[in-house]
């Protein structure tokens, strides 16, 4: 049995940090180790005592004087949009019936689905990012698609077709029986394969008919381990529009709680206007509000209110995520740069460690998969990402005044995106070789 010993600089948390020198947060190893061995982390600590516990055929890799952390978790994602990014000028509605919805009636076509995913997960692992919850087309041969390719890659992902069968062109919609037939036979044959996940995916209430959001609903209590993804409360015109629909419903969210859609494996990608009954609501069922900042910023959304939302008496679960391609990167460092500003905006800061602990084990405890991702911890699987702070001219300058591991994360939040990223280990095998001429297949 071949393992692998990792050294360099080892940073995981331990629970979310509440300043810039809450030590008692994370487990930092100037000169650490990390040992793999069929895809898990098996030891992990000071380098010596890591060292002494590999056998003599370990294959040594030295990343010093580079970072190692987990890899990081994008809790929300459109593989299907990777064409769509960059469209310009939209507000949510419009930017979907002008530029999504064309795009996605693409991957009915299942060869169309396979090259797009491949294309994806390649770009996601090149920014550092090992997990990812995904939404796919209405297809389930999209579904099928990202599956066989995040499979083929033994990454621990995330994925739903989409359901939706209104309010969009034909060619992306589905039926309330034929959304949860499929939704069914991917569960039978995906879920708890290797490490692939299944969602139900309602896309919104405006895609779905009551009857569909019912079937959601159905899906949601026959498999209560699965988790349900969709969006809430993402612009005005689009929370009037969903109140024109749903005429009898309190506000946007009592439509999801009267189907049964809330819970603590709910995901709800935006929830930037929420009333405080809906926060209050989100937070007694446990549901996780997905922060998605390039996209609220791209299409002028509004500014979700982090630390109001984790700081209220009954506070939110949430998760952050890049909403490619409303959002503008697949860096995580990226979106949490520009999650640095919206909250800024609202007049606080976020704390470089509470950021990076948020990317790892913050947003694998918001998708209840931080006994297998999101930090170092001996036992969990080796999803791991070798960050270089100084990766350019401008980021090797500024780290010749950089004196602590709080400054220098902050200058990889600020300055990094992909080039930062020297490594990325995904379930213990490198990937940087893997994906050479990945295109030409
Ligand atoms: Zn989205």
Redesign the pocket.
């Known amino acids: 049995m071949t393992s692998t010993l990792l050294r360099g600089r080892t940073l995981t948390f331990l629970r979310s940090p509440d300043s810039t020198d809450d030590h008692g947060a994370f487990r930092y190893e100037e000169d650490g180790g990390l040992l793999l061995r069929d895809g898990k982390i098996i030891a992990a600590g000071a380098y010596a005592e890591v060292a002494s516990q590999a056998g003599e055929g370990a294959e040594k890799i030295d990343h010093r004087p580079h970072l190692l952390l987990p890899g990081f978790i994008d809790a ?3 593989f299907p949009q990777m064409q769509v990014i960059a469209s310009y000028g939209a507000e949510l509605l419009d930017w979907l019936s002008k530029y999504t919805f064309p795009e996605e009636t693409k991957f009915r076509n299942a060869q169309h689905g396979r090259r797009v995913a491949r294309l994806f997960l390649d770009e996601l692992v090149r920014h550092g990012t090992t997990t990812v919850a995904a ?1 796919c087309s209405v297809h389930k041969q999209s579904a099928e698609a990202f599956f066989e390719e995040s499979h083929a890659r033994n990454m621990l992902n995330i994925a739903g077709k989409v359901m939706m069968d209104r309010n969009a062109p034909e060619g992306v919609l589905d039926t309330p029986q034929s959304g949860y037939d499929d939704t069914k036979a991917l569960i039978a044959e995906w879920h708890g394969k290797g490490r692939q996940r299944c969602a139900i995916t309602p896309r919104f209430a405006i895609t779905s008919s009551p009857e569909q959001l019912e079937m959601a609903g159905v899906l949601c209590r026959e498999h209560p381990d699965l988790h349900m993804q969709t ?1 809430l409360s993402e612009n005005h015109a689009e929370i009037a529009f969903t109140q024109e629909l749903y005429p009898w419903s309190k506000d946007y969210t009592d439509i999801y709680e009267h189907y049964g859609l809330l819970g603590s494996k709910s995901l709800f ?2 929830c930037i206007h929420l009333s405080e009954r809906e926060a209050d609501a989100l937070s007694d069922s446990g549901s996780v509000a997905v922060f ?1 900042p390039t ?1 609220n910023l791209f299409l002028g959304s509004g500014l979700f209110d982090y630390q109001r939302y984790r700081q209220r008496e009954k506070s939110l679960r949430i998760a952050t995520a890049t ?1 490619v391609g ?1 959002g503008t990167n697949y860096s995580m460092l990226r979106t949490m740069d520009e999650g640095y500003k919206v909250i800024a905006l609202n007049g606080e800061k976020l704390n470089p460690l509470a950021s990076f602990w948020q990317m790892t084990r913050g947003n694998a405890e918001a998708l209840s998969i931080a006994n297998m991702a999101g930090t170092l911890d001996a036992g969990t699987d080796a999803d791991i990402v070798v960050l270089d702070s100084r990766a350019t001219p401008g980021m090797r300058l500024r780290m010749e005044t950089v004196e602590t591991l709080t400054e220098e994360l902050f200058l990889l939040q600020t300055l990094g995106d992909d080039r930062a990223v020297r490594e990325v280990y995904v379930a213990g095998k490198p990937t940087k070789s893997m994906m050479v001429g990945s295109e030409n297949e």
């Open positions: 929300h994602a459109h939404y969006h990608g935006h998605c996209s909403d409303g």
